[in-house]
Structure formats: structure tokens, C-alpha cells
């Protein structure tokens, strides 16, 4: 008779165990809020998993390209909801959006020995700029783009883009801070680094957010769990203490994967 509370507990717990709440969630490589081979698949990841674990739901990750990221959770067959994405009018029209995560915005690097201040795109005009291909930069950006004010010379990765700077291919490449700096870090040398330098103006400045389709019945559910599991995690202190640990380089990848 002993022994019977003791086998009682272990059910309880294998019982509760089996049935917890999972939630499944495609995500993508945009370090270090979000990343595959960062601490806790980056920032962002961490902040939706801890929010997730406080109203008692745990978070099953998938990586993907972020153009499939999205189409799945669209189709909400086999994943959940995406993270993280700008709400944009048309992410607003197909998904249901959860409360802001993270700010972002963007600023322009270059070289440190190239002498650059600027106050409205129309500084930008006769510029040497790079940029990533189906990025979306902000509304003043990609309208001036649009309206051939200023050309932009894309490629595939934002690394590709740095290397281009050092050589002079381009003057100037927006990113968001943090992903920049994190992003030199990991790719280049020391020395290559200490040439690169960024920009004090942002611009483009938006929030990333949990993006669930509005056919999955269940995704209201989720989505508010989710916003009540945020709230909690603000005021506990632990969401700042990882925005101390970003600019720490905690989520900077751990492994580089660097294809053509």
C-alpha cells in the first residue's frame, strides 16, 4: 500500500505527459531572431516557446524557406501557425496575427572610410545599393524602387552583400541592426568586420508577430493562449533579460551554413 501514491503519481504524470497541447510551427533563417542553428532557434522562437510553456502548450518547430514557411501555415494541414512575419495588409487579410514580439527596423551599412549621411531617399538617388532578394524593405523603400527613383543590385543572401561592400561593388545595404551585426559577426573576419560600420538612421521600422491561418477553427484558441502567455513572460522580467541577451550575441548562430 506504500507504494500505490508513488505509482499514482507516475500515471499522472505519463498520463498528463500523452495528452499536453502541442503546437506546430514552421519557421525560417533570419538570425538571431530566427534561426536553425541558433541558442533556442534564435530570439523570437525562444520568446513564442517560453510564452507557449506558461498557459501549458509546447512548441514543435519545423525550418523551411520562408515563401513554403508561409504556405504551410496557410493550408494548416500539418503546421499550426508561422513565425515571425511584418503585419502587412496582406498577412492581415489571410492570417490571424498575434501581438507584437519584436521591433525591427533598418539602417544602412557600409564601409567606415566611405563618408555617407543621409536624410530622405531622394539622398539615395545615383547610389550604389544592394539588397536581398524578396526582402521587403519598408513601404518609402520599395516604393522608390517601384517608381525607378533609385536601382538596387539584388542577391540571393544578405552575407553575399557584405562581401560586396568590401569590394566595392555597392555603397550602401540596409538591414535590421541586429541581424546585420550578428550576421558580420559570423561571417566575416575580425578584420573584415572592423571595415563595416552602419548607418544611426532607421527607417522601415515595423514588429514581427505569430502568424495563424483563419480557416483552423482551433488557431483562435492558440492565438490567444498565446498573447496571454506573452503578457506573462513580460512581466515576469525574462522577456527582457533575453533582449539583454540578443544584444549580448547569446543568439547568434552557432553553425554557418554558407551556400551558393
Known amino acids: 500500500m506504500k507504494m500505490f501514491p508513488m505509482t499514482l503519481l507516475w500515471i499522472i504524470i505519463f498520463t498528463t505527459d500523452l495528452f499536453a497541447e502541442t503546437i506546430r510551427i514552421t519557421n525560417g533563417e533570419w538570425e538571431p531572431f530566427l534561426s536553425n542553428y541558433s541558442y533556442q532557434y534564435g530570439l523570437n522562437s525562444h520568446i513564442v516557446t517560453e510564452a507557449f510553456k506558461l498557459e501549458g502548450i509546447e512548441v514543435e518547430w519545423g525550418f523551411f524557406p520562408w515563401k513554403r514557411a ?47 549621411h543621409w536624410q530622405s531617399m531622394q539622398d539615395l ?70 571595415l563595416l560600420t552602419h548607418s544611426p538612421k532607421e527607417f522601415g521600422r515595423s514588429t514581427l508577430h505569430l502568424i495563424m491561418s483563419k480557416d483552423h477553427k482551433r488557431n483562435q484558441y492558440f492565438l ?12 515576469s522580467g525574462r522577456f527582457q533579460q533575453m533582449l539583454e541577451d540578443l544584444k549580448a550575441g547569446k543568439y547568434d548562430k552557432k553553425k554557418f551554413i554558407f551556400e551558393e
Open 70 to 116: 508561409n504556405e504551410y501555415a496557410k493550408e494548416a494541414t500539418d503546421w499550426d501557425a508561422s513565425c515571425c512575419w511584418w503585419p502587412d495588409d496582406e498577412t492581415k487579410k489571410e492570417f490571424l496575427v498575434s501581438d507584437a514580439i519584436t521591433e525591427t527596423s533598418f539602417v544602412f551599412y557600409h564601409l567606415k572610410s566611405y563618408e555617407f
Open 224 to 235: 490567444d493562449k498565446f498573447n496571454s502567455g506573452l503578457k506573462k513572460l513580460k512581466a
Open 125 to 194: 538617388k545615383g547610389m550604389k545599393i544592394g539588397g536581398t532578394t524578396t526582402y521587403d524593405y519598408g513601404k518609402a523603400f520599395m516604393d522608390a524602387i517601384a517608381t525607378e527613383y533609385f536601382t538596387v543590385d539584388f542577391t540571393s543572401k544578405d552575407e553575399f552583400n557584405y562581401k560586396k561592400l568590401l569590394a566595392g561593388r555597392i555603397q550602401i545595404f540596409p538591414n535590421d541592426p541586429s541581424v546585420g551585426d550578428a550576421q558580420i559577426r559570423n561571417y566575416l573576419s575580425p578584420d573584415e568586420a572592423n
